[in-house]
């Protein structure tokens, strides 16, 4: 077999099995955008001749993290709503009422970036102007699934008094509709298959019944999941109560919206019943420890949910809440805020944690056959990470391995040396090859302080 | 005035006042190993000369970082013992009870590195061995205060089953008693005063009252405070308990030990009387949220601590276990657990918590008049971050500052440029000066792996 580059010497965690399979001496080797072999260095250099050897003594390889839930246009704010209650209405939505198209652009860069240097190589990302982000995740070379986010919010949403039921606009509802058809249309596909696109209703809570169903219609018609917020906080469950007189979980099911179609955001507010009822539906989970933490002083009831059977995947959210865009930082997140919630530290092990970030991750979004692993015949979406740095050193694999914990408890995202999407490197010792970051930065820093200016509170915000 | 360097055209966060301090087109002028000077630009250049300015645009100037609470040595097994019951007992002292004093030292450089690298400056540590782990701090360049610890354990005492009262030896214990006054001796006000000595018996369920008078004694003699675990998980309450009669609080309260001389280190178990009783005392605390997190699954009642007035410091503990030493790591969850646990996003604001690793910390550990802020006449003991990293941008003045928010909330210690330890750059543009990294790195390496092959399991563990 003839392979464009193989890397050999490396410790491989494939993220395959039921240990994740970690091994030393191994090597991968990479044809065009695909992996055709992994395993240890002599057996794969028996098997396959490559154009290129990268010795990659002392580094791990191990497959592109998954970041399942961003709003990635948001990060031109990060940090402007902290340690507040009302963080939506009152900390975010005063922000957003003047954002422009180009404010988003800025911000969307600096979270592609932030996640590329933290082993990000898959953005499920959920946002509005998608179109235009696009064009940075299409110049960047990650992989990215996108959706248009959907509501029927008017502008000034943010100047309504938190207890009143939010008011829709049907115009708005049809015109973003309309935004997410033409996504599919523009982006689906686009890139060699590195962008693809999804439906992404903001929330039951954000939208008429009606529209709701018009965009179930579409993601049928073409086959796509519904990327959604789910009893995202008491203020989903208050409007809906308020509207419809049920609760989300109950709400969707009625509807026909309860299924492994849904990819259902954050279930901060669902309750046990609830949780094992979105478990059974087949509806993947999306957990968003770092930012529910942070904005609500919650733990979602993701336990529960994977006991239950569920499949789940882990999300950065928003900049301003969370406000890493950092797997790593999601990852250990998970894992504490689980651990305290049980008070059990046995629970939710850094495997588990791992594979929320990897291959359930990839499940959930139904990208499994592609990435999430590396395996022969998947994408060529891998990290290369140095264990000579102190985060994960020492290297042990006997009497037990401590590559897994380490991952997961220790290392800050700086460790990943390399990023390779589709088997091309996107970011090679740490510098990112395909975007000028000195000059987006700048871009990102000019565009939030001129967003600023027209910021005004409220009294009582 | 003269100085000899002269940082400019800086964000400030000088951690004074009511919020902090931040302001923008700063310097800040060091003479010798201290502050001269804060203030905006043309007022600081208005009064003083230096021999050289530091043009520091797009930089934030800040106090470094204090690590309250950290066990250097045990880095050499990073990642061993995790997601699992009897932590302490079935994880640690397996490795433990083959330890040499070159596995420490090995760990112990890792440890100081990896702090450096994220803007820790002061380390308040405890460990075995402290006279051989101090060379490395000396010749790092950092400033440390430390603590040999003290217990009556006989070193196969990772052999004793779960449930059995320790055994005491108190040959060992004298001997270790001997160890700590003479690290007294031998490094109290050493490296121009950076290092300091106080004293750390490793808590009252590890060694005979006998022998806790007698450190309370020399603590007394020498006026240093003790650093000491107090309710530090279950096993020690369930140790107090069968030994005494007593739980912790109540028995260090009645051997007067209970006061401001007291580090009290983790409160795990301490409940509402014991905690309020803790902070009325004058006794400080030391929080790590990461470790007794993944340890333990538990939220120490530090919120508890300082709603009742008392002061308390954050430390990252040890390596296996949380596993990373990094202050900003330990900030995010000292805010996000207690925000959780109090279901209140409004607890633990951002600034509170870096007064917790800065000012507070200072003060707990008795060094506030050099070190915590930026002010004239303390130490000249700073860190500089690169506010174009993604994590720290955009940065927002107005309508609201972002950047604590940021610092706490985002950043991951990479943002670190430089490090200055009484006035003098110990790394700079992330390159440590007075320490051979890789070569360390290889070291601690080839160490663990040699500690390793040594290491048994017992069939329940």
Redesign the interface.
């Known amino acids: 077999m003839k392979a464009d580059k193989m890397w050999t010497n490396a410790y491989v965690l494939p993220m395959t099995g039921e240990n994740g399979g970690l091994f030393e001496g191994g090597a991968v080797a990479v044809k065009g955008n695909k992996i055709i072999k992994v395993g240890k260095t002599a057996d794969v250099k028996n098997e396959v001749a490559a154009e290129e050897e990268i010795d990659a003594s002392g580094m791990l390889l191990m497959p592109g993290l998954i970041d399942a839930h961003i709003h990635s246009g948001l990060?031109?704010?990060?940090?402007?709503a902290?340690?507040?209650?009302h963080?939506m209405q009152k900390g975010l939505w005063p922000w957003m009422k003047h954002m422009t198209v180009e404010d988003r652009k800025a911000g969307s860069v600096?979270?592609i970036?932030?996640g590329i240097?933290a082993g990000t190589t898959t953005f499920n990302d959920y946002d509005s102007h998608m179109g235009e982000l696009l064009k940075s995740y299409a110049k960047t070379g990650v992989r990215v699934m996108a959706s248009e986010m959907i509501n029927e919010l008017p502008d000034d949403i943010g100047d309504l008094p938190v207890e009143e039921v939010y008011p829709f606009d049907s115009v708005i509802g049809e015109k973003k509709l309309q935004a997410a058809v033409d996504l599919y249309h523009d982006w689906h596909q686009a890139e060699e298959g590195r962008i693809r696109v999804m439906f992404g209703p903001q929330g039951a809570d954000m939208m008429s019944l009606e529209l709701l169903k018009q965009v179930q219609k579409e993601a049928e018609r073409f086959d796509t999941k519904i990327h959604m917020h789910v009893c995202q906080g008491d203020r989903e469950v208050y409007q809906m109560e308020k509207r419809t007189g049920m609760r989300p979980i109950k709400f969707l099911e009625k509807h026909g919206l309860l299924n492994n179609r849904l990819l259902a955001v954050h279930l901060t507010e669902a309750d046990h019943e609830e949780t094992i009822q979105a478990a059974e539906s087949g509806a993947g989970m999306i957990n968003c420890s770092?930012s529910i933490?942070?904005?609500?002083?919650?733990?979602p009831p993701v336990e529960l949910f994977t006991s239950a059977g569920g499949t789940a995947a882990l999300g950065s959210d928003q900049?301003p809440g969370?406000?890493?865009n950092?797997m790593f930082?999601e990852m250990?997140?998970a894992?504490?805020?689980n651990?305290?919630?049980?008070?059990?530290?046995?629970?939710?092990?850094?495997l588990k944690v791992l594979r929320m970030a990897t291959t359930d991750a990839a499940a959930v979004l139904g990208m499994e056959s592609d990435i999430g692993s590396l395996e022969e015949g998947k994408k060529a979406d891998m990290i290369v990470l140095d264990t000579?740095k102190?985060?994960l050193?020492?290297?042990?694999l006997?009497?037990?391995e401590?590559?897994t914990?380490?991952l997961v408890?220790?290392?800050?995202?700086?460790e990943v040396q390399d990023v390779i999407v589709d088997g091309r490197f996107i970011m090679k010792n740490r510098k990112l090859l395909f975007i000028d970051e000195?000059e987006a930065?700048?871009e990102?820093?000019n565009?939030?302080?001129k967003l600023?200016?027209k910021?005004?509170?409220s009294k009582e915000g």
């Open positions: 990060a031109i704010v990060r940090g402007v902290q340690d507040m209650d963080w600096m979270n970036m932030e240097r770092g933490g942070i904005i609500d002083g919650i733990v900049a969370n406000n890493g950092n930082n250990k997140f894992a504490i805020l651990k305290v919630k049980a008070k059990d530290p046995k629970v939710f092990p850094a000579r102190q985060t050193s020492p290297v042990l006997h009497p037990l401590n590559v914990a380490n408890y220790a290392a800050r995202g700086e000195e930065m700048a990102a820093q565009r939030a302080e600023a200016e910021i005004t509170f």
